[in-house]
């Protein structure tokens, strides 16, 4: 897990090898509607078999999923194919639509601690709009950090 999203990662989520084989098939931007991803939310909307697509997301800083899709599979391929595509830095940063407020409100009492690992690959990233959440624990620096190099000391008097 040290080194953050991978594909391999997200494959090991699915709970049978057709699902995996189906997120993966899902894994490129063209096949969506919609994707974005607001720094711990993923979200998508992916058009199925009925008259409107399905609604996707994904809470990365708990692995919640929820789909609006007809499969009992948990994640579903859509959930998956959205996470191969954040796992391969294709997801574009974007603010959330209303739909997936919602969700998060829904859920919003629960603890929602999204982990250092998850932080560190969104920076790797360089995701453009992610805006670090207050409840959000420092990432781990090293000792020797430029953080608390003599340097960086100095530069906060210039603030
Ligand atoms: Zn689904």
């Known amino acids: 897990m040290a080194d953050g999203w ?3 990662r997200v494959l090991q989520l699915a709970p049978d090898p057709a699902s995996a084989k189906a997120g993966q098939g899902l894994a490129t931007t063209r096949k969506w509607v919609s994707v974005g991803c607001d720094g711990l939310v993923l979200w998508g909307e992916c058009q199925g078999s009925g008259a409107n697509p399905y609604q996707v997301q994904v809470d990365l ?3 919640a999923y929820k789909c609006s899709c007809p499969s009992r599979k948990f994640p579903c391929k859509h959930s ?5 595509i954040f796992a391969a830095a294709q997801m574009p940063a974007s603010v959330k639509p209303p739909w997936v407020e919602q969700w998060l409100a829904s859920r919003a009492e629960r603890d929602r601690e ?3 690992v998850l932080y560190a690959w969104l920076e790797k990233c360089s995701y ?4 670090r959440p207050a409840q959000l624990p420092p990432p781990m620096l090293a000792p020797d950090h430029e953080l608390l190099s003599p ?3 100095s530069f906060d008097r210039w603030k």
């Open 6 to 8: 991978t594909t391999d």
């Open 61 to 63: 800083s708990q692995a």
């Open 80 to 84: 998956l194919g959205l996470m191969l």
């Open 151 to 153: 340097r960086s000391r």
């Open 114 to 116: 999204p982990s250092p």
């Open 128 to 131: 453009p709009h992610l805006e």
